[in-house]
């Protein structure tokens, strides 16, 4: 009978999630989705000084939001750590671990005399073969890993395929350190067995920590789980991804205004294809998600392909969720807050017209809540400068020749009002540019809106009346 698949996400807490982190959250969470399997989150919180519980909800916060939910409670690494000292000393008794007693000068000799001889900076194995009963009685130790100095320790890849280590290059690292905390690199392998983790997916930074921790994983005769190490994101420049090429945490991608749904999408592109899709629902991932469509060479994070997607999913997002979701997510996004302070049974129905020509110009919720300032304004509107440029004596002329054709309109359908419009630009021998433009700029404030006959839609005839009438 096969086991239930199980991934895990085990960030550190000593910041945000990072983007990088995110996409590996996602390709584990997709993987387990495809398996019917589970993801487990992980918080790798051994390092005492730099973790905060700050960062952990933030990790978490910014999961949620991606809508990356991870099965049963979180699991604290720092919390276990009895559980990894049991089975550090447990490798000492089966010999697949031993007690050092070198000291830190003794060290720091080694590493002088390999530096002098050209070597690498690695333990010399002087405690491999000795007995415990010859160091000084009470003298503190480290346990170190028995690695096997002959032959090559393998790790069969399901992305970057069959990679072979030369043991010999493979140090007895640390496992349990002299103050009794255990290293990265025990308390992963404990936890990963502890947990059921059947696959551990993550970045190929990683690929030289999965040769040494089979080697703890076959010291104490446990299962290796199936390795997948994925390409790491690189900036537009080729260069490792990060805060010189713009935000590198998902929060401040909610923060600058892209969707969820959107990030997804985008994140699964970065290392991994199905064909030529570009834009794909999250169960058409799933159904879709595996290693055979992985890269193995490192992605590029652009920006502008991040906001067409985003541009995508926010026109196909229905009106009515997307000013919802808005407003219920206004806090995190970058200065956008003022709009929903100032909707109201007025401005609300507005805004909900206003959204289909909204939509089609904006690439972020950002840039749609500026594009929709103007209709939450209040009189006197501000006035950009290109728009008080259109209101010059011509303009201004303009718009005191519609209103009172305006007034008229018993009916103020699209058709109606378009044609009143055309009426009277014919009837001054006008281009229609020259008419739309400065009642644009009277009824918004700006020069970049949606068209006048939009507007004059979205703002209904009593709202524009008055906001014309207050210019002239």
Known sequence: MSKTVVTRFAPSPTGYLHIGGARTALFN????????????????????KRSTEEAI???????????LEWDGDAISQHARIDRHREIANE?????????????????????AKAEAAG????????WRDKDPSEAPADAPYVIRLKSPLEGETEVDDQVQGLVKFPNKDLDD????????????MLAVVVDDHDMGVTHIIRGDDHLINAARQTLIFQGMNWDVPTMAHIPLIHGPDGAKLSKRHGATGAEKYRAMGYLPA?????????????????IMTTDEMIDWFGFDGMNKAAARFDFAKLDATNAHYIREMDDELLLDYMESNSNEL??????????????RPMLIRAMPALK???????????????????????????????LDEDGLAVVRGIYPEFEKLSDWQPETVEACIRNYTESNGLKLGKVAQPIRAALTGMATSPGAFDVLQILGKTEALKRLENVV
């Open 29 to 48: 969470w997709l993987f387990a989705k495809a398996n019917n399997g589970k993801m487990l989150l992980r918080i790798e919180d051994t390092d005492r």
């Open 57 to 67: 909800v933030a990790i978490k916060d910014g999961l949620s939001w991606l809508g």
């Open 91 to 111: 490798m000492v008794t089966n010999g697949s671990a031993y007690k050092c007693y070198c000291t830190a000068e003794e060290i720091a000799e080694m590493r």
């Open 119 to 126: 070597l690498p900076d690695r333990y010399d194995g002087t």
């Open 173 to 184: 690292l640390i496992l349990l350190r002299s103050d009794g905390n255990p290293t990265y």
């Open 262 to 278: 959107a990030l997804r999408n985008y994140l699964v592109k970065l290392g991994w294809s199905h064909g030529d899709d570009e």
């Open 334 to 347: 970058d200065g956008a807050g003022f709009i929903f302070e100032r909707l109201n049974e007025v401005t």
């Open 360 to 390: 089609e110009r904006a690439k972020t919720l950002i840039s749609l809540a500026q594009g929709a300032t103007f209709v939450v304004e209040s009189l006197p509107l501000p006035m950009d400068e290109k728009a008080k440029a259109l």
